[in-house]
């Protein structure tokens, strides 16, 4: 199936620092999305992008759909300790789209 | 209101106990999921529900039965459970993937088999 290679698998900031993580498949996907898990909690959602070439915000974050359809990359501007926690790439995969495939994650941990 | 609500958060059970998840959206969301974390914290699913009916069926042991009595329920039962079957896992619900639609997850059930 569909895999997605998410670097780095780990991070250590300082707090204010900027943040920047990327995403790869071997395969187009057509959505690309970036949640977000704290600890104890589930995965929400931060960022869909739809069109190849998209770059969209969300506050401090801002994440950009490949031109390829097989990247996508998520800034994180400015950050603050209750940034820790894991961020995951994900898109549909599947016959039908109905599955999301997710890659590894990638752990941020923030130094006040 | 939690749009996705799964019980019982924690649960802690014997091996070869059975058990179940419960889980409920009050997003109208006709497509239902069950994913597993595991410790590495890699999430892969394991079923997936379109109004009611079963469209996804990864390699999950037959020890593992989802039922959904409607669009808004999607209830996992464990069989006979093991050691390796510890996790956390996540329901979860959209409209049809792919059609500009994205999914929400619950706040996840740790199981923990001793």
């Known amino acids: 199936g569909q895999q997605l290679n998410q670097s780095p698998q780990s991070m250590f900031i300082q707090e204010g620092e900027d943040v920047s993580m990327n995403c790869t498949s071997s395969?187009?996907?057509?959505?690309w999305l970036w949640y977000k898990q704290d600890p104890g909690e589930g995965p929400v959602l931060l960022i869909a992008?739809?069109?190849?070439?998209e770059l969209t915000s969300n506050g401090r974050l801002t994440a950009q759909f490949g031109i390829t359809r097989k990247d996508s990359f998520l800034n994180i501007s400015a950050s603050i300790p209750s940034d820790v926690g894991i961020y995951f790439c994900a898109g549909p995969s599947g016959a039908g789209s109905y599955q999301l495939t997710f890659g590894k994650g990638t752990k941020l941990s923030v130094i006040p | 209101d939690t749009a996705v609500s799964q019980t019982p958060k924690y649960l802690v059970t014997q091996m070869g106990n059975d058990k179940s998840i419960k889980c409920e959206q009050n997003?109208?969301?006709?497509?239902m999921y069950w994913y597993k974390q595991d410790s590495k914290k890699f999430l892969k699913i394991m079923f997936s529900y379109n109004n009611k009916e079963l469209i996804i069926n990864e390699t999950v042991p037959n020890r593992f039965s989802p039922k959904s009595p409607d669009k808004a329920h999607l209830n996992l039962h464990i069989n006979s459970l093991e050691l390796g079957d510890s996790a956390v896992y996540f329901c979860?619900?959209?409209?049809?993937?792919?059609?500009?639609?994205?999914?929400?997850f619950g706040e996840g059930s740790w199981l923990t088999v001793v």
């Open positions: 979860a619900s959209s409209h049809r993937l792919g059609s500009g639609n994205t999914i929400y």
């Open positions: 992008l739809y069109k190849a070439g």
């Open positions: 395969s187009i996907f057509n959505t």
């Open positions: 997003l109208g969301h006709d497509t």
